[in-house]
Nanobody, 115 residues
Framework: QVQLVESGGGLVQPGGSLRLSCTASGIGFTTFSGYAVGWYRQAPGKQRELVANIINSGSYYYSDSVKGRFAISRDNAKRMVYLQMNSLKAEDTAAYYC??????WGQGTQVTVSS
């Protein structure tokens, strides 16, 4: 079955950077390439929100809160999705989840921004 595994989370100081990675398994190249992929986050007591995604046509979306600081990318050959996060703020603290095809979810990776 399809599995998504996130990695790269951790504790970082405000202004710092992190790169999240999401590895997909159990899915072929053609199917994965056709999926929209995205990163969501959920802070304690808040709803899960879309941070960024790439539609298979190559269109990108970023939430206003991360625009200009985060960059999403994908490597279909490796079945990978990345989220480069720069200029991190305390309000970016959350569990970050990878999504593929609006169907499959990873287990999440925690990002904590604190001094």
């Amino acid at each position: 079955q399809v599995q998504l595994v996130e990695s790269g989370g951790g504790l970082v100081q405000p202004g710092g950077s992190l790169r999240l990675s999401c590895t997909a398994s159990g899915i072929g190249f053609t199917t994965f390439s056709g999926y929209a992929v995205g990163w969501y986050r959920q802070a304690p007591g808040k709803q899960r929100e879309l941070v960024a995604n790439i539609i298979n046509s190559g269109s990108y979306y970023y939430s206003d809160s991360v625009k200009g600081r985060f960059a999403i990318s994908r490597d279909n050959a490796k079945r990978m999705v990345y989220l480069q996060m720069n200029s991190l703020k305390a309000e970016d603290t959350a569990a970050y989840y990878c999504n593929a095809g609006n169907i499959f979810w990873g287990q999440g990776t925690q990002v904590t921004v604190s001094s």
